[in-house]
């Protein structure tokens, strides 16, 4: 499903280029779930960016679905996204502007699926929501707004589902029932799953721990 | 996706920012200014109209066509076939004779349907109410004015003796529309009735006769039929409106309509820089929405494409919306000045709604386009990374098209280049001064060492978010500057523009006072208990040559240069320039010491006039006078405030020039309205003087300019509108970065009353700049419009620094303070998550 080989990301600051990944290769197969762990700043988020597409590396290559992502041009990149990734974010990043039924339509709407609202609101139902389909993400709590990016990652039906830190904002049983519901809904879906996280509880759940340290690989 | 599924889905996402509201401010934005626009437009072009119609009472038609031969009957048949309604005059100066006496008379012999625009007001008895006309003087009889019946000393129901006909007395005219046109009116009036002039037997050959055919009707109609009249004008044939036949009132109306479109630009600058401020704060608070649009797998130009069609399509709804409330504000501004404007207002055609509308969409399209399209650049990894924020391009340069668009509005509505100019210029450059001194004092200001860590939280705040600043103050700067205009401004603008016209503003003028007869007149005023008005020296002479060219009016095409070339000029000499005049080009003759102009062969003249017959500085024109000529070099050009009623010259030369030549004097002064015995008293005493009343001319002004004034009032309610938006949005523009900044102080420990002191010294030290820039502009704003426009003296108002700095420094702190209240109230938590 997604095989990175040779991935090095430079950044420039001042005078100085600093060396967030060197040299990163790995395969995961489709259907595994993956977390990628390692302290702050060893190159966790740089490399969920670089296999999302959001970014692009100094050198190497990924290819997911047998399609290498920096062969696109940004826009190649994201209709590749919306064809196959799901995202869910530390931050949730759900749009203040729309409710939580608009927000969980948003992708299926961007791909022109008929029937956005019935699929939105099944999911949303799914993740235990059914009764807050109107509320906007002000007045959902935290666990709440992170059951609605859920939703929102999922209503496509990606192949690919990546998470960053989904429960880096949470307290601690919030964070459980999230990680229980996401684990499901995948596998309920078949997904592929790639986590980032420092949460190594978290990361024993998965088939398999990618250990990052100073931007290598261990 | 297809292009009608992804406007479905621009409309949806419009409708969930609507809902949100997010797009409210720039929604009102360009409600308001396309109200603002649309309601001048609508107001103009009703009052317009009606101004000219009364205007053309003055008239007593639209249009006239006139020779000194009888008309081809086309000019009445083609005016009918336009739908005009068409009446004919003769107008002669005869004797007339009765009781034994007689007088020179000025006749006048009307068809029925005089006048088409005025009133003709009769009465029966001398000095007894009069009425209103319904008719004209029956076949058989006259009507005359009290000059006439004074000086035959006739009684209604006399005869008056006109040529071969014997005709009774059966009204006295008190007043004429026409009567003020020119100095035709010099002698008393008989009209009759156009049948009977055959009988009296003074149409023949040689006759002074003047033949009139006079239209009315509908403005485009009597606009084609000049059109039709001016290709085939022969010689000795000539065509005249209002304008033609007045300066001072095409200057009062040229003026009224500047007022009322400087008015509605002000509005449109101001909606401008409040749209400008909304769509850079719809920018910031969508770069999330673009990176998620991105992430899940839209691409840049779609990205783009949905936020186009959103703009759109807001635009074309606000724009409608602002229509309909400019036509009903215009419709409720008619009906308020209802009892003022004395004619029917005419109805509202449709061009200002769609002018309106497309002001609307420029405006919103020409401000938010760059930043829609920065939005595009947004990158998706924004969605991992909330740092990476603002694409790059969104300094200046961004607005480079929203300036091109104001730009090109302001020359549009301004109507010509150089009034536009003038606006956006002096709006730019108010930009540009007021955001220099920002940046300059922001700096300054923010080096100020104190001990006070809410002051110095606040300086902090005011450098490190700079450009915003800097953007906040001028923007505020230009609210409050529209606020100051319009209350204070205003007034001393409207009033020095009523004042430029007093009540007793000369409303008669004597022409044709000789030298010798000045100590007499002196005592006739004196015994009148009337100041003596000041004398001008007046010299009649031909223009015989420009430079060395021969002047003949066949040289010239332009009618008005046609008849200047083959009249007589009235010249004057004077030692200093009238107080009404504005020098445009050259030097008005300098004095030596002993208050003597340095050479006396040289000319000063009427800018207007130079341009008709093509004279420059430096050219030398030769007058011939009574069988003797003189030259002189124009040395300067002027501008005369015809409106002024003062006498005035279209030529002046120094003393010394003119001396020599037959010399008369002419002077103006006020008459009370009904002191017809002193007139009399005067034309018995001095019977060679000319007695010319403007006093209708007069009246007419000084009422168009109230009620221009109060147009003026109402059009500006807009701009207050706009204004107020413009505040809102500058202070909104600040205002989620500030809450959540404040809260990560509060979460810091900061205390209530800290963060209040900081935001409100912040806001203060905002307030003064704004305040401080205001107060300049809007003395300059007034100063360019009273030199500009009123052609008067305008003296800088202490009160709008004091007012304008104090009360923009106290609402400013006061409404960024009650603005970020709320961080104060409510947990910093919850704002934390509004935000997130």
């Not at chain 2, 809902?19 to 103009?44: C, I, S």
């Not at chain 2, 450009?467 to 001028?474: E, I």
């Not at chain 2, 923007?475 to 209350?487: E, I, K, N, P, S």
């Amino acid at each position: 499903m997604v095989r990175v080989a040779q991935l090095t990301k430079q950044v420039t600051t001042g005078d100085s280029a600093l060396t967030i990944l060197r040299d990163v290769s790995f395969s995961i197969a489709a259907g595994e779930a993956v977390a990628v762990v390692g302290a702050s700043g060893s190159g966790k988020s740089t490399l969920l960016g670089l296999l999302a597409g959001l970014d692009t590396p100094t050198s190497g290559s990924i290819h997911v679905d047998g399609q290498d992502l920096f062969a696109l041009d940004e826009d190649g990149r994201a209709a590749l996204r919306a064809r196959l990734l799901g995202f869910v974010f530390q931050s949730f990043n759900l749009l203040p502007s729309m409710t939580a039924l608009e927000n969980v339509m948003l992708p299926l709407e961007l791909a022109g699926a008929p029937d956005a609202a019935n699929a939105a609101r099944e999911l949303l139902g799914r993740v235990g929501l059914a009764a807050r389909l109107h509320h906007y993400p002000k007045q959902l709590s935290g666990g709440e707004q992170q059951r609605v990016a859920i939703a929102r990652a999922f209503v496509t039906k990606p192949a690919l589902l990546l998470a960053d830190e989904p429960t880096g904002n949470l307290d601690a049983a919030t964070g459980a029932g999230i990680i229980q519901l996401m684990f499901e809904l995948n596998r309920e879906q078949g997904a592929t799953l790639i986590l980032v996280t420092h949460d190594a509880e978290l990361s024993q759940r998965c088939g398999r721990v990618l250990q990052l340290a100073g931007g290598m690989l261990q | 996706m297809g292009w009608i599924g992804e406007i479905r889905l621009a409309l949806r996402l419009l409708a969930r920012d609507w809902r949100a509201g997010e797009l409210t401010l720039l929604a009102v934005a360009v409600v308001v200014a396309v109200a603002g626009v649309t309601t001048v437009g609508f107001f103009t072009d009703r009052v317009h109209q009606a101004l000219n119609r009364q205007a053309n009472q003055l008239l007593g038609a639209d249009l006239v066509v006139s020779a000194d031969r009888p008309l081809d009957t086309q000019f009445a048949t083609e005016a009918t076939r336009m739908g005009l309604q068409v009446t004919h005059m003769l107008r002669f100066p005869s004797m007339a004779a009765g009781n034994g006496r007689n007088v020179l008379a000025e006749i006048k012999a009307v068809s029925a349907g005089y006048p088409q625009r005025g009133e003709l007001r009769i009465t029966d008895q001398l000095y007894a109410p009069d009425r209103r006309a319904t008719s004209i003087p029956a076949p058989g009889t006259v009507w005359v004015d009290e000059k006439l019946l004074t000086r035959l000393q006739l009684k209604p129901g006399d005869v008056v003796e006109v040529g071969n006909s014997r005709l009774p007395v059966a009204a006295i005219i008190t007043q004429e529309p026409d009567s003020a046109i020119g100095f035709i009116n010099a002698g008393p009036r008989v009209m009759m009735n156009e049948a009977d002039i055959a009988a009296t037997g003074l149409v023949q050959v040689g006759s002074r006769i003047r033949y009139r055919v006079q239209v009315a009707g509908a403005a485009a109609a009597v606009d084609a039929y000049r059109a039709w009249v001016d290709a085939r004008l022969q010689p000795g044939q000539r065509v005249e409106s209002i304008q033609d036949a007045r300066p001072e009132i095409r200057s009062a109306l040229d003026r009224a309509e500047k007022f009322l479109n400087l008015a509605a630009l002000f509005s449109v600058v101001l909606a401008a820089v409040a749209v400008a401020l909304a769509a850079r704060r719809f920018l910031q608070r969508h770069l999330d929405a673009c990176a998620v649009m991105r992430c899940h797998g839209a691409s840049r130009g779609r990205v783009v494409r949905l936020y186009v069609v959103q703009f759109i399509a807001l635009g074309f709804v606000a724009s409608i919306a602002g229509s309909v409330a400019g036509f009903l504000a215009q419709h409720a501004l008619a009906l308020w000045l209802g009892s003022l404007v004395t004619v029917e207002l005419p109805g509202a055609g449709p061009m200002p709604a769609i002018h309106g509308f497309v002001t609307g969409l420029a405006l919103l399209l020409g401000f938010s386009l760059p930043p829609l399209l920065a939005l595009g650049k947004v990158p998706p990894l924004r969605v991992l990374r909330r740092d990476i924020g603002v694409p790059g391009g969104m300094g200046w340069f961004a607005y480079v098209l929203g300036a091109a668009v104001i730009a090109g509005l302001i020359l549009w509505k301004a109507g010509e280049l150089r009034l536009g100019l003038l606006v956006f210029g002096g709006f730019a450059a108010a930009m540009l001064v007021a955001g220099l001194l920002a940046w300059g004092v922001i700096i300054a200001v923010s080096q100020l060492q104190s001990s006070g860590v809410s002051w110095r939280f606040g300086m902090a705040n005011l450098r490190r978010r700079r450009l915003a600043s800097v953007l906040q103050v001028a923007a505020l700067g230009v609210g409050v500057m529209a606020l100051l205009t319009l209350t204070i401004i205003r007034g001393e603008l409207l009033q020095l523009w009523q004042d430029s016209l007093p009540p007793d503003a000369p409303n008669r003028f004597i022409v044709n006072i000789q030298k010798d007869q000045i100590p007499a007149l002196e005592k006739f005023f004196a015994a009148q208990k009337i100041a003596m008005p000041e004398l001008h020296p007046m010299v009649r002479a031909r223009l015989s040559k420009i430079n060395e060219r021969a002047v003949s009016s066949a040289d010239y095409t332009d009618d008005r240069a046609r008849r200047l070339a083959d009249r007589e000029f009235n010249l004057s000499w004077t030692t200093h320039m009238q107080k009404d005049n504005v020098l445009v080009a050259g030097q008005f003759w300098n004095v030596n010491e002993k208050n003597e102009p340095l050479r006396s062969d040289q000319f000063s003249m009427e800018d207007g006039i130079a341009k008709t017959l093509g004279i420059r500085i430096g050219d030398v024109l030769t007058f011939d006078s009574a069988g003797s000529s003189f030259a002189a070099e124009v040395t300067s050009l002027r501008k005369v405030d015809w409106d002024s009623f003062n006498v005035n010259f279209f030529l002046v030369a120094p003393p010394g020039l003119l001396e020599q030549q037959p010399v008369s004097f002419v002077t103006s002064f006020y008459l009370a309205p009904g002191n017809v015995e002193l007139l009399n008293a005067l034309v018995k005493q001095f019977p060679n003087f000319l007695l010319i009343d403007v006093a209708q001319v007069l009246n007419q002004v000084q009422s168009m300019i109230t009620q221009v004034s109060r147009a003026v009032q109402f059009v500006f309610l807009f701009t207050l509108l706009a204004g107020l938006v413009v505040l809102y949005a500058a202070i909104a523009s600040t205002q989620d970065e500030r809450l959540y900044q404040a809260t990560i102080m509060r979460t810091l420990g900061a205390s209530r009353a800290q963060l209040a002191r900081a935001n409100i010294a912040e806001f203060a030290v905002i307030g003064a700049l704004a305040g401080l820039i205001a107060a300049a502009g809007a003395n300059a704003l007034g100063y360019a419009l009273a030199s500009r426009i009123i052609n008067v003296g305008y003296s800088f108002s202490l009160t709008v620094w004091a007012v304008g700095i104090s009360c923009s420094i106290v609402g400013i702190a006061a409404a960024g303070y009650l603005g970020t209240r709320q961080v104060l109230r409510i947990s910093p938590l919850r704002v934390l998550r509004q935000l997130s």
